[in-house]
Every structure is written in C-alpha cells, then in structure tokens.
C-alpha cells in the first residue's frame, strides 16, 4: 500500500506526457520501478505562465530515508539556468522564472538523496523530464522575399518569379505554427498580383491581366502572414515592382520612296540612309530598327544594316552583277525592332500578328546602268604543264575569251616576274622566250610558275579582265649534289667524327639519299667515310691527327649518278663547349722598372720631336736651288785714288747681261758632298779676294746625279744685297761657310736673296730693259783683257795689287 501511496503522489501531476520529451525518452532505456526505486515521471509547465515565482510544481520521497539525516538534490541544465531548484529538506520542486519554450522546449533532470553524515547516496539515481507546453506567442515571420524586382510589360499572365518563404517558430503542427500568406494591398491595383503556395512555408507570386510600360512604371505590393493560433498573430512584407519597357511601339519611316542611279558591275557603300522613329526607350532592343527586304532582293545584290549610333538603315551594293542593258531595280523593305512587338490591349496582352499590327515599310527604286562589260576569259584560270630548260620558242597557252560588248580586244602581259615568256596582243598566245628553271625562286613551292594575262577591248572606256596562268614546272637532273658547308670542324679533343651535309636543289628522284667518295686515294690512309651513303655522309679520321687545315677532294652521286666534286676543308681543333676551336692564348710578358722607364724616355723624345716639328713647321719650304746662269754687272762705287779713270756709276741688274762674269747652272736636286771639306787657308784666300775685288766668292760643292762636283758662285745673286750692308754680314757668312753641317742656313739665305731680287724684277719671261749707265767709260773695254793665259790658276787672286787692297780697306 505504502509503494503505491508514493507512486500517485508522484505521478499525479503529471499523468499527460508531452510530445516534445517524447522523443528524448525514445533515446533513454525506459526504467521501470522496482522495490527501493525511484519513479520515473514527466512534469508538464506551461510557457511565459502568469504565477508568482518561485512557483511549486512537485514534490519528491524515497522509503530508504526513514531513520536518517539526508538530503535531496537535482541537477541538469534547468538547474544551471536557473529555472528548477529543490528544497533539500522535503523535497519540494520549484520553477524558479518563466520559461520560453521556443528556446527549452523540455528539460531532462537528474534527482539523488544523499546521506548527510557520510554524504554518500541513499539510493540510485533517478531522471525525469519537464515538458514545456507551447502558447500562440510568435507571429509567423517573412525570411525570405526580394524587396524589389522588375518584371518587363511583355510579360506574359502567370507566374512572375518570385518566391516568398515564412515561418512560424511555435510548436510545430499545431495551430501556432499554421499561417496562410496573402496579399492585403497592391498599388495600382491592376493587373492582379495574387500569391500561390508552393509549399507549407513557402508562395510565389503571380499575376492575371499584363502590365503597360505607359500606364505603371511601379508597383508597391504588401503580403501578410497570419497563423491559426488563439488569438492569431500576424506580420507583413512589402516588394516594390518595376516595370521594364519593351517594345510596344512599332517603328516607322520618317520618308516612304527613295530612287537613285548607279552604275552596273561596282559596289556602292551607304547609297541611301533610311530614318525611322520609335517611342520606345532609345538603346533598348525595343528601340533598335532591324530592317528587311519584303521583295526585289532575291540574288542578295543589296543590303541595309543599321547605324548603332542614329537607328538609322544603311542601304549598299555588295554584290556585282553585269545587266545586258539599262534596267529599273524596284525594291520594297520593311523595319521592325530587335525585341518582338506586344501591346497591353484591355487587360490582354497582344502580339505582333501581321494582322493588326503590320511593319512599316518603303519602295526604292534604282537604276542600273549598263557599262562597256569587259571581255570574259574561258575558263578565268589556266594550268599549263612544261619541262624545265625546254628549249624556248614553244606556245605554253592560248586563252579563249568573249566578250558581249564588243568582238576587238588586245592583250597584254601584267605579271611575269622572271621575263620568261611573251604574248601576242592579237592572240593572246603565251610564247616561251627562255629556258625556265624549276629552282629559280620565282617559281613557289608546289614548282608553279605564275603568269597573268588581261585582255582589253575597245569600248569608251576600255574595259580588262584578267586570267591567271599557273605553269607547272617538270623538274630534271641539272644540279649535282654539293656541300651545304665547305669547311667544317673537327674536335680533336672530343671525337673522331663528323657529319656531311649535302644538298641537292633538284626534287626526287634526281637527289639523294647520295654515294661519297674519296677523289684522292691517299686520303684513305687517314680518313674513312662512314657513312658513305644517305642524305648526308660522315667522315672518320683513322687515326688521331696533329692539330692543322686538311683539305679533302670529295666524289658525290645522287641517285642517277650525277657527279659532283667539291673539297672539303676540316680544321682538326682542340674545341670548347660548343664544339668551336679554342683561341690561342696571346703572349703575355711583365714589365718591370726597366721596362716602364723605356716608355718614358720614348715618350719624352717622342714629344721632343713633336715641339721640334711644330716649331718648324712655320718656316718656308725648302725650295730646290736655280742657278739659272745670271750673270751681274759688278759697280765699283770707290776705286781709290790711283785710277785715273773713274767709271760712272751704273745700275746693275741681277738677269743676265751681256758679256758679265758666266755663270755656271747647278742641278734642282742637289745634296752636299760628303767629301767637301772647308780648310782655314782656303778661307783666307777667299777673304783676300773679296777684299781686293769687293766680290763676294763662296765655293759650294754640288753632287750632280751623273755624280759630278759643280761650282757656282753666289756673289752675283747676293751682290745686290751685300753692297749697303757691314762687314759683320760677310763675317756672318764665312762662319757658316766654315760649317759642313748648316746646308739649310746657306739655302735659306740664299732664297731670301733670290726673292729679293724676283721682288724687284718680275719680268723674267720677258725683254728685259736695262738702266742707262752714262756715255761710256774712257777706259778700256774688259773684254780686252786676256786671261787665258792664267789657265785654271787662281792664285794670282791672293794679291791683286794695291788698288785693290785700298778697295778692300774702305770695305771693312
């Protein structure tokens, strides 16, 4: 009796069980109560209860305490959240707040009863769930819809797009949590937007009637959810609506005939320009004209396209045609919009049909006019087949032409770029004139040598048409094989091989593979061909080879035997990375002090020689010496007091003068004898004489090129200058006589003498007219004197007597 007393006592407050601790108890094994055991029970608490808290809810016993100290305790997440608590003592449960049961929809709770002097556990451990009941205390709520969207007013009736999604958070599958979504405004009000479900949370709109761009451009739409709960709890969304604008407007030409004349066989580009009007939006495919050809246009001669910029239509000729005479050309083409055309009519939405809506459209009208046609080749591209090197003279190609116009035409070559053919302006017949080659490279890759010919008739103007003649070339064997390379390298420090490359310009079978050969024999004692035959040969050197040039006479056949020689030229190397001879490395050597000094010292006597050169280079160039055998009337200006005669005093000259002193002629080229040699007697014995004859005589000795000493005296040229001048000149001029090392002093000087007197006499090619010099002298004429007789014996001159020596005192 006393088990079940407890048993109700528990039990009793909560003897309906609750869905949602349901299907926590299913993941629990079901305790059942035995003798000594707690009871397993589910509280049920109702959500956001109204009560004063804390608020009693149960009360727990166990039949093991009777006799001792205990205590009771619970635990679980209603405990750590605060919202269940026990009273140790007697048991008593309390709900400590109000519970949302949206978030703690059921709480699982742990009971024990401890022992409070040992503090051990009474008995086992029991569990029992606290259920929340549900209330209607959310309003279904919107989670998805878009705030706005734009649906085009061609749109046909029915479903716009667009899904709306609610939910509801209360206890699912009660009333709470059932709502219906409608739509409680729309502005304007048509066409009608009603909203369709599609499931237990979510609708899609959708719409009965069609929109008009014109009309509405906007549409605001409230949409209510509201559940079944008591009372009902509801919320609402709002979706704006744009409308888009299509084509709704047919387009129309602004003008409806155009007419025009062109010219037959020509293409034309923008021939007319076609403006239309439309009301729809511009740069819309609505708005975009797309114009057609409705008749006339059945061999595609014509087009219009559409200027993306004006939307207007651009009327041209893309295809020739030849008309046999002048002809009228009528033309119809109709417009229409890119998008397709619909109209909102009454609520309906309408189409584009042909029937009630039909597009615009214009006639053109053109005139063809007939030109001279030119003549038409028969067929426009001819093949001719012919050897190559086929002896010239032989007609290639005879064209056939024809021409509607007229029945006289000429022809005339326009393309041969080798000059290898010609044609006959009456016949059109293409002659070969030279032999063709096949390797030429004006002949392409398939051995095709391309002519073009144009025949030209006699119409005003004349007209041409052209025909391409493709001559193909039959190849022979004219070439012989031949060393791409002549010289080639072989790495004596890497192998003993290297490789042929041969080529041959004919095609096959007139080339390879090719048959090597050795034209020497000797050859074979230090070279072997491997291999010997192929598109290329090799060549193997027997044995290691001193490093050097090698030149190697080579024999090769292509398949027809068809010899060519050639050769080969191999540098045996020591070789690099790349398979090319190495450098030789140049000498190097080191200077040292010694060294480095020698560079100085030729530098400086190098820049010595430098100044010197440039310091003489403002002196007047050596001139060649002309003693052109002038011969000089000598004036004595004081002969002393013991002639009884005194001459007159006379001008002289320094040209030539009849019966003066001779003079003997030297060479231009002269050089300074080198076994000349100056002495203080002969000196002397000069001095003398030039004191006794005022005369100044310098011996000079000339080597001629027959070798020849010759003399000449300077006196003659130099008198003029001396005559005015001091004894410290003539001691002057013997210092230098006396040197056998200033040659270019005494040839200066002696320059400077001759321009002096060039300076005053410049007639030289010329008569030349003497100064007067007075009646004559009483004296005798010198010519009276005889001197033969003195031979080549000069030394009656070192003492000529006392006139002389007076003379010869007033000079110094």
Same mark, same amino acid.
Request: net charge negative; proline share 5%.
């Given at each position: ?634 004036? *004595? &200006?004081? +002969? =002393?007091?013991? @002639?009884? %005669?005194?001459?007159?005093?006379? $001008? /002289? ?116 007219? *003497? &100064?007067? +010099? =007075?009646?004559? @002298?009483? %004296?005798?004429?010198?010519?009276? $004197? /005889? ?26």
């Amino acid at each position: 009796m006393r088990t079940v007393f407890l048993f109700l006592l528990v039990a009793f407050p909560a003897l309906d069980f609750g869905s949602a601790c349901e299907e926590a108890r299913k993941k629990r094994d079901l305790l059942v109560r035995t003798k000594r055991r707690w009871v397993l029970s589910t509280i049920e608490l109702e959500e956001e209860m109204i009560v004063n808290y804390p608020y009693f809810i149960s009360k727990m016993y166990n039949d093991k305490i009777q006799g001792k100290d205990f205590r009771f305790e619970i635990t679980g997440e209603a405990v750590t959240e605060g919202y269940l608590t026990i009273n140790e003592n007697t048991g008593e449960v309390f709900v400590l707040k109000s519970i949302d049961r949206e978030k703690y929809p059921c709480f699982h709770v742990i009971f024990n009863v401890y022992d409070t002097d040992t503090n051990q556990k009474i008995d086992k451990e029991l569990a029992f769930d606290v259920e929340v009941k549900d209330i209607n205390d959310n309003p279904p709520r919107f989670t998805k819809f878009p705030k706005t969207f734009t649906v085009n007013e061609s749109q046909a009736e029915g479903y716009l797009g667009v899904q709306v999604v609610a939910q509801d958070i209360d206890e699912k599958n009660t009333k709470n949590s059932t709502f219906n979504i409608t739509v409680i405004k729309q502005t304007p009000p048509e066409p009608k937007i009603q909203a369709k479900w599609i499931d237990e949370r979510t609708v899609h709109l959708s719409f009965t009637g069609c929109f008009d761009y014109e009309k509405a451009k906007d549409y605001k739409i409230t949409l209510e959810a509201k559940d079944h709960g008591t009372p009902p709890l509801s919320s609402t969304a709002v979706i704006s609506l744009s409308v888009g604008d299509t084509n709704t407007h047919m387009p129309e030409f602004k003008k409806k005939e155009f007419q025009t004349e062109v010219h037959e066989m020509k293409l034309y580009k923008d021939v007319f320009r076609f403006p239309v009007e439309d009301k729809d939006t511009p740069n819309t495919d609505g708005w975009r004209a797309k114009f057609f050809f409705i008749s006339g246009n059945e061999e595609r001669i014509f087009k219009v396209e559409t200027d993306p910029k004006t939307n207007e239509g651009i009327f041209s000729i893309v295809k020739e045609k030849n008309y046999e005479n002048t002809t009228m050309v009528e033309l119809k083409i109709g417009v229409e919009n890119i998008e397709p055309f619909t109209k909102c009519v009454n609520g309906k939405l309408i189409k584009q049909d042909g029937k009630l809506y039909r597009p615009d459209s214009i006639s053109v009208t053109i005139t063809m006019i007939d030109d001279n046609d030119p003549p038409v080749f028969q067929p426009p591209k001819a093949d001719v087949y012919e050897k190559e090197e086929s002896e010239p003279g032989r007609v290639l190609f005879t064209p056939k032409v024809y021409d509607p116009d007229s029945s006289s035409f000429r022809f005339e070559l326009v393309d041969d770029p080798a000059n290898w053919v010609s044609i006959d302006e009456k016949t059109g017949e293409i002659r070969a004139i030279k032999k063709m080659d096949r390797e030429s490279p004006f002949v392409d890759a398939d051995n095709v040598y391309k002519v073009v010919i144009a025949a030209i008739d006699d119409g005003k103007p004349p007209a041409k048409s052209f025909c391409n003649v493709s001559i193909h070339l039959r190849d022979i064997n004219d070439h012989k094989p031949q060393l791409v390379n002549n010289s080639l390298i072989l790495c004596g420090n890497k192998n003993n091989k290297v490789m042929i490359p041969v080529q041959d310009l004919d095609a096959e079978p007139y080339s390879g593979p090719f048959s090597f050969y050795f034209d020497d024999e000797e050859d074979k004692k230090h070279w072997e061909l491997d291999p010997a035959y192929g598109q290329q040969g090799g060549l193997v050197s027997l044995k290691p080879l001193p490093y050097g040039n090698y030149s190697i006479p080579l024999r090769m056949q292509d398949q027809q035997n068809n010899e060519g020689h050639e050769t080969l030229e191999v540098v045996v190397c020591d070789c690099a990375e790349k398979n090319t001879c190495r450098s030789k490395l140049a000498l190097s050597t080191k200077l040292g002090g010694p060294g480095f000094g020698l560079i100085i010292v030729g530098i400086l006597l190098f820049l010595i020689l430098l100044l010197t050169f440039l310091c003489n280079s403002g002196r007047e160039p050596l001139k060649e010496l002309k003693d052109e055998g002038n011969q000089t009337l000598i004036k *004595y &200006n004081q +002969e =002393g007091g013991v @002639s009884a %005669c005194n001459a007159e005093p006379v $001008l /002289s000259s320094p040209k030539t003068v009849p019966d003066g002193i001779k003079q003997t002629s030297i060479t231009r080229r002269f050089e300074m004898a080198p076994e000349f040699y100056h002495n203080e007697e002969m000196y002397r014995s000069e001095l003398n004489m030039m004191r006794s004859m005022n005369f100044q005589h310098q011996k000079e000795s000339y080597r001629t090129q027959e070798g020849r000493s010759m003399y000449s005296s300077l006196a003659s040229n130099r008198m003029s200058s001396y005559r005015n001048k001091s004894m410290d000149r003539y001691s002057s001029v013997r210092s230098d006589l006396r040197s056998d090392y200033n040659l270019t002093g005494q040839v200066e000087r002696k320059m400077a003498v001759i321009a002096e007197a060039d300076a005053r006499d410049k007639a030289v090619d010329r008569p030349f007219i *003497y &100064n007067f +010099e =007075g009646q004559g @002298s009483k %004296c005798g004429s010198l010519d009276k $004197l /005889s001197l033969s007789n003195l031979g080549d014996n000069l030394q009656f001159l070192d003492d000529l007597g006392p006139k002389f020596k007076t003379l010869a005192d007033i000079c110094q």
